[in-house]
């Protein structure tokens, strides 16, 4: 390889970085609006969002209760959870700054200012008035990085490693998302609650920013098996599970030595276009997430191996 692995591994880290810290913030804005969008009755909180995190031990370590406050300290500027959007930017940052000579200026100084910005204004996160404005100037500038990336950056091995980091980041987010919000949401609905089933998977859709890609591919009210098959199996779609894939696929292919990586990715492929998502009840359901989330386990340990 005429790239030297630690370049590889800050390329890929930084870009799955970037990912979740944009992520994270559509979590919080689309929890955010949904509590105010059900009945009073329906208690929903805040716990989800760090189940899907799998950050619930160590929250508790830190925190009391996963109120609204506590929780949004803690997936937004908490330094001492690496998921946050302060650290997961941090730590995009400092990836980006080794590799200044890799990616283009304007990259490298948009990911500082991102950095910077969500750091001076993170506190703003913390007032319904002002969280919608900070977590959307995070998603945008994390989508502006990732344009100026793809629109000036050669598209060499670097860019395969770029694009891998950022699928596997969105595929394993997918997962977490339509695991416990499906689990948590809204469990054993009574009949009184059933209207609200459509808002519920509505929240799971715009997580993904997935609604109107979803409205114009099934054009039926949002109902949660085709949910579940738009966003497990959709392939032109570039949250679903299956897209992501496809793309880690396609980066593979330009690199030497991926044939371990490459079976591995057929492999997770086969096994979900073989599932039926939308037939599964709720435990299945979870088994079926899991099984997902090992194989994109399996498929970094082996990119880290064969080429960190």
């Not at 490298?108 to 007032?127: C, F, I, P, Y």
């Not at 009184?192 to 089933?197: D, G, I, K, S, V």
């Not at 109107?212 to 054009?219: I, V």
């Not at 039926?276 to 099984?291: G, N, R, T």
Request: charged residues 25%.
């Amino acid at each position: 390889m005429t790239m030297l692995s630690r370049v590889a591994n800050n390329i890929y880290w930084m870009a799955r970085y970037i990912e979740r810290a944009e992520n994270t913030a559509r979590l919080v804005n689309v929890n955010t609006h949904l509590l105010l969008d059900l009945p009073k009755k329906v208690r929903l909180g805040w716990a989800p969002i760090i189940d899907i995190a799998s950050s619930t031990d160590y929250f508790y370590s830190l925190y009391k209760d996963a109120d609204e406050r506590s929780v949004i300290r803690f997936m937004v500027m908490d330094g001492k959870n690496p998921s946050s959007i302060s650290s997961s930017l941090a730590m995009a940052r400092e990836n980006a700054r080794t590799i200044r000579d890799i990616i283009p200026r304007e990259a490298w100084e948009q990911v500082n200012e991102l950095h910077m910005k969500a750091r001076a204004d993170a506190a703003s996160v913390l007032t319904h008035r002002h969280r919608f404005d900070y977590l959307r100037s995070i998603i945008l500038g994390a989508q502006t990085i990732t344009g100026l990336l793809s629109g000036t950056m050669t598209h060499d091995e670097g860019y395969a490693f770029l694009r891998m980091g950022r699928n596997l980041e969105r595929a394993d987010m997918t997962t977490r998302i339509i695991d416990v919000r499906s689990a948590t949401l809204l469990p054993e609905m009574a009949e009184a609650l059933t209207p609200f089933e459509n808002l519920q998977w509505m929240s799971v859709l715009k997580s993904l920013t997935a609604y109107q890609m979803y409205r114009r591919q099934m054009r039926l009210r949002v109902r949660r098996p085709d949910v579940l098959k738009f966003l497990l199996q959709e392939e032109h779609f570039p949250r679903s599970f299956y897209h992501t894939l496809r793309e880690v696929e396609h980066c593979l292919a330009v690199l030497p030595r991926n044939e371990k990586t490459l079976q591995l990715t057929t492999k997770l492929q086969r096994t979900l276009l073989a599932a039926k998502p939308q037939d599964l009840k709720q435990e299945k359901l979870h088994d079926f997430m899991d099984e997902l989330q090992l194989g994109l386990i399996k498929i970094h340990d082996s990119i880290h191996t064969t080429y960190f």
